[in-house]
């Protein structure tokens, strides 16, 4: 047991943050030494960099060697909070976890929705860092200033659900399963049932030996201006109810309910990516599955869209299978079986693996083994062994030794790279680019990899809720990197991406054939999404403060912090963040060919009819380049650096 109370207060008062929405310490322990110290972080970095995702990399930038090997002592995980959690703010429990990751080799985040940001903040951090590596399998406990090793000896080789039952109750927890133990590249880490499951992080904490870290405490977050505050709240929570897609689809069929948009626009991945649509989409649509095996919906704390889904396996509630499981379970193996899929969820859950890249091995070794280039035994629409090879896989055992290391790994061992469905490493995920080049360029250009968050999730306007041309290059550079922004920005704030929805226009969604949503999507499709950001941008660095009426976490955020806050502001802070992620790629080797997507979908048109049903990948990357003011080469440069007050990173 380490109490390190009166170092921890002397160096508060020293790190106190004159804003709402901070606890002011950030929590490091050296699992090697078993040492406890403070990390400092100041109000301008806070200005600057916010929290989050955005903290965490900043935190990464300055602390790790360029050559740092993912799995060694000398990786660092970030467990990091944003100022809205804790503070009642709606949807916001989400935390996010940082690191190299063991599956791309570059920096990687993921994104949670368990509580355990939440107990992290009443236990007075904003953040942890963990350094070193453990002689002996431990958990840790942290409770407010005290921090303690325990052994877990007797939790090794439990899975994720049973880990969490023999930890302390009424606490945040995260914790990793068998599938970390064995550094099986895209082992994720679990809070609750939620997981942050991409990019191998919970590898990372397998290697250190770590297998589960416990928060508590009942210390209250600062609010800036508690009734301001408290009052915008009440109109985003409202908002948000009111909102048919935040209001009204999500709570019933949660994500899934996008499948059959996926299908009608052809970007729903089928057979390894090999087309954008599947016969029997229906039979595992979010419609069948609120139909025949829904309970409830529900979702994460303080989340008034519940957009979970709950359903019952061998007379137990458990979570359901969201968008991603669905598709790339479904029609990217060609499996039609809805019930399989919600009990492969389950268990690749308690096993502790991402079912996004787990599935992407899958695909892909089918599509080997169909060639000819690996006997693996896998088939596409043959399901009855995935069960099996999902614990193999989880074990390190037979096939799943390969499987256990991702597309690009696979692809390099056995060949078939121009279908090997990857970017960066990291397996994309279930929209099929094809049918949408701006997502296709997302993904690309995506920091972490195959991510379609990271990406921008362009995809939005090109097929789901808009019409946009989905094959034309004009304007999709800058919405790529615009919605990069944002997203970037608002996952540091500590609240979930879903709450961006309401930005669209509800006259668009529920009318997609009508006048308004022509005249959009017809604006946007001639680039006038850069003019009007120079615009914005322009009159709020002349002092207009000008916001954007769908987009209430502006308002939200600089009443909870008292930090000036407009759209620019806004926007920057995700700018700077994605700037960081970028040096760091760089520093680790990240070239320009690298920001490309599998021959597959840069060269084979989806649609032989339509030569354009491809992504133009060198074209489009170039455009966003010089968008985002990079170098030809991609690099960033010393003025992009000062323009976004980022100079200490000047050579």
């Known amino acids: ?90 949807s916001s429990s989400r935390f996010n976890i940082s690191s190299l990751s063991p599956l791309t080799g570059l920096i990687a985040s993921s994104n949670c929705g368990g509580n355990f940001g939440i107990y992290l903040k009443k236990a007075g951090y904003d953040a942890l860092i963990i350094t070193g590596k453990s002689t002996e399998k431990i958990w840790i406990e942290i409770n407010e200033n005290e921090v303690s090793f325990n052994s877990a000896d007797d939790l090794w080789g439990l899975d994720t659900e049973e880990v969490q039952e023999k930890l302390p109750e009424k606490t945040g927890k995260i914790v990793i399963g068998p599938a970390a133990e064995n550094l099986v590249r895209y082992a994720g880490i679990f809070s609750q049932e939620r997981a942050a499951g991409r990019a191998g992080l919970g590898s990372v904490m397998g290697f250190k030996n770590l297998k589960a870290v416990v928060a508590k405490g009942n210390i209250k977050t600062n609010v800036k201006n508690k009734d301001k505050t408290k009052e915008l709240y009440k109109k985003w929570i409202y908002k ?8 009204e689809m999500l709570p019933k069929y949660g994500t899934a309910g996008i499948l059959k948009l996926m299908q009608k626009k052809n ?21 069948k599955l609120e139909e025949k095996y829904l309970i409830k919906n529900r979702g994460c704390v303080t989340c008034p869209i519940q957009c979970g889904r709950q359903v019952e396996i061998d007379g137990k509630k458990v979570k359901g299978p969201e968008l991603e499981t669905l598709g790339l379970l479904g029609a990217n193996i060609e499996n039609n079986d809805l019930k399989k899929i919600i009990d492969w969820n389950y268990q690749i859950d308690k096993l502790g693996m991402d079912t996004i890249s787990l599935a992407g091995s899958i695909a892909f070794a089918m599509e080997l083994n169909e060639k000819g280039l690996w006997d693996n035994g896998l088939e596409f629409g043959k399901t009855d062994n995935l069960s099996e090879i999902f614990n193999d896989i989880a074990n390190r055992k ?3 030794d390969d499987l256990a290391n991702g597309v690009k ?62 094959y034309s290059t004009v304007s999709k550079a800058e919405l790529t990197m615009l919605n990069q922004d944002i997203m970037e920005v608002c996952s540091a704030s500590g609240i979930c991406l879903f709450t961006l929805q309401t930005m669209i226009p509800e006259k668009i969604i529920k009318n997609p054939d009508g006048m308004f949503a022509k005249i959009t999507n017809n604006l946007m499709t001639k680039n006038v999404t850069a003019a009007v950001l120079r615009k914005v941008n322009k009159l709020n660095e002349d002092g207009l403060n000008v916001n954007l009426p769908n987009v209430p976490h502006i ?23 994605y700037t960081l992620d970028r040096m760091i790629n760089l520093r ?9 997507l599998p021959k597959r979908l840069t060269d084979v048109p989806q649609d032989i009819t339509n030569k354009n049903s491809k992504v133009p990948i060198k074209e489009l990357r170039d455009k966003y380049y010089s968008c985002r003011g990079l170098t030809k080469e991609g690099e960033v440069t010393e003025e992009k650096l000062k323009s976004l007050k980022m100079q200490e990173y000047c050579k």
């Open 555 to 577: 308002k939200a955020l600089e009443s909870l912090t008292g930090m000036k806050m407009d759209f620019g502001k806004f926007r920057e802070i995700g700018e700077r963040g």
């Open 588 to 596: 680790r080797g990240l070239k320009a060919t690298d920001d490309t």
């Open 398 to 400: 037979g096939i799943g």
């Open 240 to 247: 948000l109810k009111d909102s048919y897609l935040t209001g």
């Open 409 to 470: 790994f696979l692809s390099e061992k056995y060949g078939g790279k121009e279908f090997a469905i990857h970017s960066k490493g990291m397996e994309l995920s279930a929209y099929e680019p094809r049918g949408s080049v701006g997502q296709g360029l997302g993904y690309a250009v995506s920091n972490r990899g195959g991510c379609h968050l990271g990406a921008g999730y362009v995809i939005l306007f090109e097929a789901l809720y808009m019409s946009m041309d989905p």
């Open 267 to 287: 970007v729903l991945a089928t057979r390894n990516f090999q087309k954008g649509n599947f016969d029997d989409f229906e039979m595992i649509s979010g419609e």
């Open 1 to 90: 047991m380490y109490n390190n109370s009166e170092e921890i207060n002397e160096i508060g008062v020293i790190m106190e943050s004159k804003y709402g929405g901070y606890a002011g310490k950030i929590l490091k322990i050296d699992l090697t030494n078993r040492e406890i110290s403070d990390y400092p972080f100041t109000d301008r970095e806070r200005e600057l960099y916010l929290g989050g995702k955005i903290m965490a990399s900043k935190i990464i930038l300055d602390n790790l060697k360029d050559d740092t090997v993912p799995l060694s002592s000398e990786n660092i995980i970030v467990v990091s909070t944003g100022p809205f959690t804790n503070t009642g703010a709606p």
